[in-house]
């Protein structure tokens, strides 16, 4: 099969499509055809050679797919040949077949197309356990940085779908106003006193949960912003791993800070995440309380134009690299 990989690190020019072997499903497992590959940032990261994937798994880059499942590996059930499938990986996701252990399967969301449905799942996965991490709840002020970006704009919905007031950080004004659309309260120029901005919109009561991408370069700044009681979880290090935490600060305002990871977490708490998705967001999908994420399709041959859009200004959204049009193309379930 054909499989994308960056055997030197480097630019987009170091993506090369590889013919390597098929995966054969082991027990637990299941062989899916990839019909679209979700793009994620950790993706440009590992082509760099910054996040290589965990030990056991291929160097084939590639989070999320959607796809059919092609064959079942000893003792799986609940899943047969044929049917229309999202899969969340360590890695391996840029290919024409992926296996998965069973659990990190879940069905696409009703009535969105399959090709699209592939950027979905490793950004609702993200944001609905981080979030429960952060015990977001209905009247809190939520603030998402970099919110028209893939896992920024699940997040701005996500908060509103729960009852929250929504407070975001982008870089121009196409993304601002995109963010809007999505529903932010307010959307915030993080070129500007961003802080200053919160702090004035929220009556100096501050972000209850920060959604964090920007690591060391906002540490200060996120501590500022936070509410008396705040939680900010750190998923990217966009600005850096290293920063100084005034611990003063977050003492006074009984705050707390967690970084989490979702790709090197055990199989078994993919599974419940994957099942969480399944159970709570796609309701939310099927009910319009959240639209599919402004999604870019880019033909699989084209993986290094697709890096160099995730990379460009004015990106938004998720782009996926479609494997095989033929499957995914007019694939749209309903919500019956
Ligand atoms: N830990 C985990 O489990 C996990 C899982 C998924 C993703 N992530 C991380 O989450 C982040 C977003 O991933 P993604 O796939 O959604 O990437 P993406 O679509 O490329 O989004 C990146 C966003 O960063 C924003 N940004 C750039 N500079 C900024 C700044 N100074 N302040 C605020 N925002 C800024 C960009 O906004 P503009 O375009 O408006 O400039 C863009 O929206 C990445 O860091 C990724 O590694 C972590």
């Known amino acids: 099969m054909h499989a994308i990989l960056a055997p030197e690190p480097g630019g987009p020019e170091a993506l090369r499509?590889?013919?390597?072997?098929?995966p054969a499903p082991g027990p637990g497992e299941v062989l899916v055809r990839v019909v679209a590959a979700g793009v994620n940032r950790a993706d440009i990261l590992q082509r760099e050679g910054h996040y290589p994937p965990p030990p056991g798994h291929p160097d084939i880059i590639g989070l999320e797919v959607s796809g059919v499942v092609a064959e079942l590996?000893?003792?799986?059930?609940?899943?047969?040949?044929?049917?229309?499938?999202?899969?969340?990986l360590a890695a391996g996701g840029y290919a024409e077949?992926?296996?998965?252990?069973?659990?990190?399967?879940?069905?696409?969301?009703p009535g969105v197309d399959l090709v699209e449905a592939a950027g979905l799942l490793e950004v609702a996965a993200t944001v609905v356990s981080n979030m429960d991490l952060a015990r977001l709840s209905a009247g809190d002020v939520l603030l998402v940085h970099g919110g028209a970006g893939g896992v920024?704009?699940?997040?701005?919905?996500?908060?509103?779908?729960?009852?929250?007031t929504v407070l975001t950080t982008?870089?121009?004004?196409?993304?601002?106003?995109?963010?809007?659309?999505?529903?932010?309260?307010?959307?915030?120029?993080?070129?500007?006193?961003?802080?200053?901005?919160?702090?004035?919109?929220?009556?100096?009561?501050?972000?209850d949960v920060i959604l964090d991408i920007?690591?060391?370069?906002?540490?200060?700044?996120?501590?500022?912003?936070?509410?008396?009681?705040?939680?900010?979880?750190?998923?990217?290090?966009?600005?850096?791993?290293?920063?100084?935490?005034?611990?003063?600060?977050?003492?006074?305002?009984?705050?707390?800070?967690?970084?989490?990871s979702l790709r090197f977490r055990p199989v078994a708490e993919k599974a419940a995440i994957c099942e969480r998705v399944t159970r709570s967001v796609w309701p939310m999908l099927a009910e319009g309380l959240i639209q599919p994420l402004h999604t870019q399709r880019v033909p699989f041959n084209e993986v290094r134009r697709a890096h160099e859009l995730m990379a460009a200004p004015g990106h938004r959204g998720k782009i996926v690299l479609v494997v095989d049009e033929a499957s995914g193309a007019g694939s749209t379930r309903r919500t019956e």
């Open 73 to 88: 590996g000893e003792g799986v059930t609940g899943w047969r040949p044929g049917q229309e499938c999202l899969v969340l």
């Open 152 to 164: 920024g704009s699940f997040a701005i919905q996500y908060g509103k779908a729960l009852g929250c």
């Open 17 to 22: 499509i590889t013919e390597v072997e098929r």
């Open 214 to 260: 920007m690591g060391a370069q906002y540490l200060p700044l996120n501590v500022r912003a936070l509410a008396v009681g705040g939680r900010q979880v750190t998923i990217g290090l966009q600005g850096g791993r290293k920063g100084e935490l005034d611990l003063g600060a977050l003492l006074r305002k009984r705050a707390s800070i967690h970084a989490t």
């Open 170 to 207: 982008a870089g121009s004004a196409e993304n601002l106003d995109y963010c809007r659309a999505l529903g932010a309260d307010h959307a915030i120029d993080y070129h500007g006193d961003w802080v200053a901005t919160v702090m004035e919109v929220t009556d100096r009561h501050g972000a």
């Open 97 to 109: 077949y992926v296996v998965a252990p069973a659990g990190q399967l879940v069905p696409p969301p």
